[in-house]
């Protein structure tokens, strides 16, 4: 989906219902670009070896659909989301997994009453929608007290690309958060918010990590998707003379010879 901003398009991969960064394509591209990260956290759930899995804000099923792979044909999963049409292609994905499986229609926030109980309750990257994080964490303990709570949250100002001038990039990163950190439809730098939720949580057992993502060039195919998407979106909120340089930027090294990226994910176990 694009929006016509100031006479030019932007790119704000909405979902249905206006949900940033949250449409099936991009988060296809996303996740197929961390498909050996995440494949190894999910086999970190086996281990908890639960009967039932809810997975909030599961749009078009990509987790579960991994999940789907490694867990045994026992565990029922539900998917949970506010957004119709991931919601249909979460079911169409479904159809042949021998499992029990549903799909519920929740605004997860204003519903938290109605989100089933489980064994292992999924929250990945769905924080930066949440406005009240500590309460709705709080709301999911109390629902769920013998349960695990599983979080994974990106943060916007982890995100690197280079190589390139440190004093070009901090004018790009530093126009980035000017035109993001006060956007009211999610957060884009969310992770000592969400970190902080994690300690002041009513949980017991709290594991916290971080996870690197990181890829050098050459590029595996399943990759480039994602970084060129990545690049694409930053680029529209840049200054006049960020957008001169980072447009050179990437024309200079169009094949992706000589190229890095990173970023870093919070993960958590709270039980």
Known sequence: RQNKKEGCYMITEENSIGKPLANAT????????????????????????????????????????????IFPNECEFIGIDNDEQSLSIAKER???????????????????????????????????????????????????????LAIRQYDGASIRFGPMPTNERQQIESDLRVALENNTNFRHYDM?????????????????????????????????????????????FLSEASSIFFDKWMQEDPHFLNRYFYEVDLMALLS
């Open 26 to 69: 991009w988060l296809e591209k996303h996740h197929n670009a961390k498909i050996p990260e995440r494949t190894k956290f999910a086999q970190r759930l086996i281990e908890l070896h639960p009967h039932k899995i809810v997975d909030l804000g599961c749009a078009s099923g990509l987790w579960l659909a991994l999940l789907n792979e």
């Open 192 to 236: 000592d918010r969400v970190y902080t939720a994690i300690h002041s949580s009513p949980y017991q057992n709290k594991t916290i990590e971080f996870e690197l993502f990181e890829r050098t060039s050459p590029f595996d195919s399943k990759f480039i998707p994602y970084y060129t998407g990545t690049l694409n979106w930053t680029a529209q």
């Open 94 to 148: 479904s159809k042949l997994w021998n499992r029990n499986v549903s799909f519920l229609k929740l605004d997860i926030e204003k519903e938290v009453d109605q989100i089933p109980s489980a064994d292992l309750i999924l929250a990945f990257n769905i924080f930066p929608y949440i406005d009240n994080l500590d309460l709705f964490i709080k709301s999911i303990f109390c629902k769920n007290k013998q349960g695990t």
